[in-house]
């Protein structure tokens, strides 16, 4: 295992770095979709198109889709992160009945226009388009008071994520870990995998499967892949 953990290790940075990159071009696509959105609200109809991007792959995967493929959450990591306060999200916005309320009323909102314009389908590109801006104008504000993610603790769609995808690809952690904590101060979530260490699996479901932690962790403890674990 020693002599692995090296390779790992720089396996992972790596990937990161181009994780990273990816993050930036899908957050100035992002910015670009919502101005572009404003003078052609056909454009509003990526809405709700990442709307099930983001719900169909957590069945399987988790949400692994939330990481770099969710537009404004790359905007929020990306260009949001430099700015950032960084402070950890309060609990209250975390919680189930928080996140309850939340997606009641984006979604009552949200439907109550969809038949209000149906029909109407220039006008309903549009409201998409506001919806879209006025809830990442939340998501901004948030991201800049506590941590750039700030608003993924309670999106809509990333709970219903976090629901579908429970005990999917789990983060999993092997017996080297020496709770040090410097995977807890790069996850955009604010998870605390090592306190995860007796159980051996990580059963957070707000895991975005980023692989941040790994590439942190200087003992090569954190890992998606079964078979290691079970190695080590």
């Known amino acids: 295992m020693a002599d692995m953990r ?3 290790t720089c396996s992972a940075q790596a990937h990161q770095k181009e994780k990273s990159r990816l993050r930036w071009v899908m957050g100035v696509f992002f910015i670009a979709l919502i101005t572009a959105g404003w003078f052609v609200p056909w ?5 709700p198109v990442c ?3 983001g719900l169909l792959p957590a069945f399987f995967y988790g949400r692994k889709w939330c990481d770099w493929w969710c537009a404004r959450g790359s905007f929020l990591e990306s260009a949001v992160g430099v700015l950032s306060g ?6 209250l916005l975390r919680g189930t009945p928080f996140r309850v309320a939340i997606m009641g009323v984006l979604f009552a909102g949200f439907g109550f226009h ?3 314009f149906w029909g109407e389908w220039v006008a309903l590109g549009g409201f998409f388009v506001t919806f879209l801006t006025a809830t990442t104008i939340v998501a901004t504000v ?3 008071i506590y941590s750039p993610r700030g608003w993924c603790a309670f999106c809509p769609i990333g709970t219903i994520s976090h629901w579908a995808g429970a005990n999917r690809k789990p983060l999993r952690i092997t017996s080297d870990c020496t709770a040090c904590g410097l995977c807890a101060k790069v996850c955009p979530m604010g998870i605390v995998p090592h306190e995860y260490r007796e159980q051996g ?3 957070d479901s707000d895991c975005l499967k980023c692989g941040l932690c790994i590439a942190q962790c200087p003992r090569d403890a954190l890992t998606f892949d079964t078979d290691r674990q079970e190695a080590a």
């Open 6 to 8: 090296p390779k790992l």
């Open 43 to 47: 454009f509003g109809y990526f809405v």
């Open 114 to 116: 969809i038949v209000k």
């Open 142 to 144: 948030l991201g800049l």
């Open 51 to 53: 709307m099930l991007g």
């Open 86 to 91: 960084g402070r950890p999200v309060p609990k």
């Open 201 to 203: 699996v990580v059963t």
